[in-house]
Each structure stands twice: as structure tokens, then as C-alpha cells.
């Protein structure tokens, strides 16, 4: 185990992350209320994110593959130093 004031720091530092990223996805979702896109439906499994949404009058669906998103996520968080590789 690290140092009890580096454990301390990093709880810390994580907390403050967890805030900064609650108030970004308040401001996304107010972002697509503005823009007119709200999501219908979403169905999560193992593979895949599936998402029904209308975007003003159009309504559409788009499929997110889980391990790109958990790929591109943990390559944004180790860039900026938010987890330890």
C-alpha cells in the first residue's frame, strides 16, 4: 500500500473527478434537451448499447459497441492521469 497521505490525496482527487464529471453530464443532457435529442429507449447488455432516440421530429436508433466504449473511456481517463495504467 502507498503512503496513507498519498491514499488520502488520491481519494481525494478521485472525489473531486467524480464531481467534475456529474456536473458534465448534467450539462450533455441539458446540451441535447436544447438541441431537440432525447433518448426513447436504452437497452444495455454485455456487447453492446443499443439506444432509440428522437431528434426532433426523426426518430432513429444507433448501436454502441461496449468494448469500444470501455476501450475509448479508459484510454481518455489514463491520458489525463485520472487512473494509473
Do not use: C
Not at 473531486?16 to 437497452?43: C, D, V
Not at 443499443?50 to 475509448?72: C, N, P, S, T, V
Request: charged content about 30%.
Amino acid at each position: 500500500m502507498d503512503r496513507p497521505t498519498a491514499s488520502l490525496r488520491r481519494l481525494l482527487l478521485l472525489e473531486s473527478i467524480q464531481k467534475s464529471i456529474t456536473n458534465e453530464i448534467a450539462l450533455t443532457k441539458a446540451q441535447m434537451r436544447e438541441a431537440g435529442l432525447r433518448i426513447i429507449e436504452r437497452k444495455v447488455n454485455h456487447h453492446d448499447v443499443w439506444i432509440q432516440y428522437q431528434y426532433g421530429q426523426h426518430h432513429d436508433e444507433a448501436i454502441f459497441m461496449r468494448k469500444m466504449l470501455d476501450a475509448e473511456s479508459k484510454n481518455r481517463a489514463k491520458r489525463t492521469g485520472m487512473i494509473t495504467p
